[in-house]
């Protein structure tokens, strides 16, 4: 696996957490708790990609030795 793998699941998950939690606040800001929902979804996604991303890392890491 190419190493950029990992490192392209971890930006897409820090882009992911950083629009949910803009969402997070507009909705709060905005009294829109579909908007808030829709932010921590896509907080959770990010979490995901980035522990996708971490897996990836590893593994390229692993191989190497």
Request: hydrophobic content about 20%; proline content about 2%; cysteine-free.
């Amino acid at each position: 696996m190419s190493k950029n793998n990992g490192m392209s699941d971890k930006v897409k998950g820090a882009v992911s957490k950083a629009k949910g939690e803009a969402k997070d606040q507009i909705g709060n800001a905005t009294d829109d708790p579909k908007m808030q929902a829709e932010g921590k979804l896509d907080k959770k996604k990010g979490k995901v990609q980035d522990n996708i991303g971490e897996s990836k890392n590893k593994e390229d890491e692993q191989n190497r030795h």
